[in-house]
């Protein structure tokens, strides 16, 4: 049953002068907007109390002291991956004895839950300087800068995968019906690797790279996607193409490549997926995709080309005017992995 919200003060103060006037509780009740039943119980106890205050409530006390949740939030802060029962030990070589139970509702009246820990790109210190020393020199940059420019990336897309999630209404202990479940095979069933880019503006080509791909493919790539998709999204003179630093981008022979077709390239920092609004657009696009649920990889190609088309352009324009944020998170954490 759901919790009623508490009378303030004055209304039981004023059902106590309506009581001492003469009037009756239910003449009270429908005066001040309250149960009959509820006026009786305030008015009882002004007679037993003469108060109408809260009363000290009745229950067990606190099995952790307040010094004891003051260590094991600082146990928990310093090191999060503490688990309970490593918090249960340090409460009993103090001199208490409580359960896991006990630990988790002390934690989370402190705020803290436990989650699953999020899967990140590992950050060396030369990757967290990169990182920062990148957001703090383009923080500044206008918008229409980064609207000039070309983001590009690579991503494997699974026929039944990871990449088909959905949710359903369902009832209790019906998890395993098959309306309810996504039905996956090992390794993925298959899958195809894309290549794309898109702007401000809208999506560019996207790619379907049949092969493994090495530089001399990536530069064939280049060479017969990258000034099309410029030209179709009309972009201004002196556009800028991003790309991250996988070997292939980073050969000597694709850098002359790139130099000799006079392309600006950003300069961009290692292991920072969270600064290419592509990744972003990567998810809107798979979600698209599963929803259609291809059955087999040839259908996977072609409903992947149609769901990259219709990609809005509101949505490409959205994620690069938002860019400024990105670069203010990875300050604000330091050059850590952002939320982005």
């Not at 006390?61 to 030990?89: H, Q």
């Not at 359903?168 to 395993?176: D, G, I, Q, S, Y």
């Not at 996977?300 to 080309?305: G, N």
Request: glycine share 6%; aromatic share 6%.
């Amino acid at each position: 049953m759901a919790k009623t919200k508490e009378l303030s003060k004055d209304t039981r103060n004023k059902s106590v002068d309506l009581h001492q006037a003469g009037k009756t509780e239910s003449a009270i009740g429908k005066q001040l907007g309250v149960k009959k039943s509820t006026v009786g119980a305030i008015i009882r106890k002004w007679k037993t109390y003469k108060t109408t205050d809260n009363l000290p409530r009745s229950g067990a006390p606190r099995k952790i002291s307040p010094r004891g949740v003051k260590m094991i939030t600082r146990t928990v802060s310093k090191n999060p991956r503490t688990t309970r029962g490593d918090l249960v030990d340090d409460m009993q070589r103090a001199g208490t004895k409580v359960t896991k139970a006990t630990i988790n509702n002390t934690l989370r009246h402190q705020g803290l839950k436990s989650c699953s820990a999020r899967r990140v790109p590992l950050l060396k210190p030369v990757h967290v300087r990169a990182h920062l020393k990148f957001a703090r020199e383009h923080l500044d940059d206008p918008e229409e800068d980064w609207e000039n420019v070309i983001w590009s990336d690579e991503t494997k897309i699974e026929l039944f995968g990871k990449n088909s999630t959905c949710r359903v209404w369902r009832r209790k202990n019906a998890e395993l019906h098959p309306k309810n479940t996504i039905p996956t095979v090992k390794h993925g069933g298959g899958n195809i690797m894309l290549w794309g880019c898109f702007s401000a503006k809208g999506p560019g080509r996207l790619i379907h790279v049949k092969e493994r791909m090495n530089g001399a493919m990536y530069r064939e790539i280049l060479s017969k996607n990258l000034l099309p998709s410029a030209r179709a999204l009309k972009m201004k003179r002196g556009w800028v193409f991003q790309h991250d630093n996988d070997p292939k981008h980073t050969a000597q022979a694709t850098k002359e490549w790139l130099c000799k077709k006079h392309f600006k390239v950003l300069e961009w920092p290692s292991q920072s997926p969270d600064l290419n609004p592509i990744e972003n657009l990567w998810r809107e696009f798979k979600i698209r995709v599963a929803q259609r649920q291809p059955q087999n990889i040839t259908a996977l190609e072609e409903i992947c080309m149609e769901e990259w088309a219709k990609l809005p352009a509101t949505v490409c324009k959205n994620l690069v005017a938002t860019y400024r944020k990105r670069l203010t998170s990875v300050i604000a954490n330091k050059g850590y992995i952002t939320k982005y």
